[in-house]
């Protein structure tokens, strides 16, 4: 059966210093990635999306992703962490057989001044 | 803009009652989703619909029922509110396909007392 997993439940970094969100999926095709952020009390919003163009995909504020087909992984980085980037964020991958969403469990990502 | 709107940011509820949360997109997709949200388990999808008047189970259906009578419009009920339902819920939309994101409402915070 098809999984994601964050690997993380949290991370917490210095503002100004790099970011990694781990997310590890199983997929028996070539896999369409999703991340989506939600910032506290706000809706989700698409970060990125892979869907097997380029491996590098680039985001919406900074943020961008690499699909690894050999390590079954697509995390999230981005080079120097802001305030504004304190969110939870999802790593979600699209079904196989009916292209219905999977979600992984969340990181919660904590910014330190 | 692309717009999915839920008609309640915040509900209190008794135990018991019949709750109806609404849900409107206006991008004229094909698929709508209910999900419920609660912290460590992501997002756990309640029920899909594909088209007006079909829908589908999710992965946790027990307690909810859907309707979708126009194509814009899908509406959850709760048809006798238990406190093990006090949770976040998020409507989105998508068209059809591997490759779609979704977009979502800003969400329900429900609380059953």
């Known amino acids: 059966a098809q999984s994601v997993t964050q690997l993380d439940s949290h991370v917490s970094v210095s503002e100004g210093t790099p970011v990694l969100l781990r997310c590890n999926y199983s997929?028996?095709?070539?896999?369409?990635l999703f991340w989506y952020v939600q910032h506290p009390n706000k809706g989700l919003q698409l970060l990125l999306k892979?869907?097997?163009?380029a491996t590098l995909v680039k985001g919406i504020n900074g943020f961008e992703a690499e699909f690894k087909k050999s390590e079954t992984s697509f995390h999230l980085t981005k080079p120097s962490a802001h305030m504004s980037d304190a969110a939870e964020y999802f790593c979600v991958v699209s079904k196989d057989s009916n292209y219905q969403l999977i979600w992984g469990a969340g990181t919660k990502l904590i910014i330190k001044p | 803009d692309v717009k999915v709107t839920q008609s309640s940011r915040y509900l209190v509820k008794r135990t018991g009652e019949k709750v109806f949360l609404e849900c409107v997109q206006d991008m004229d997709h094909e698929n709508m989703f209910w999900y419920r949200q609660d912290p460590g388990l992501g997002l756990r999808l309640i029920y899909f619909?594909?088209?007006?008047?079909?829908?589908e189970k999710g992965d946790i259906p027990e307690g909810y029922s859907v309707s979708r009578e126009k194509k814009e419009r899908f509406s959850l009920i709760l048809e006798s509110a238990s406190t093990n339902q006090t949770s976040m819920y998020l409507c989105?939309?998508?068209?059809?396909?591997?490759?779609?994101?979704?977009?979502f409402g800003q969400g329900t915070r429900l609380t059953v007392v």
């Open positions: 892979y869907t097997s163009a």
């Open positions: 989105a939309s998508r068209w059809t396909g591997r490759n779609t994101e979704a977009f």
């Open positions: 619909s594909y088209d007006v008047k079909m829908k």
């Open positions: 997929s028996s095709y070539s896999p369409s």
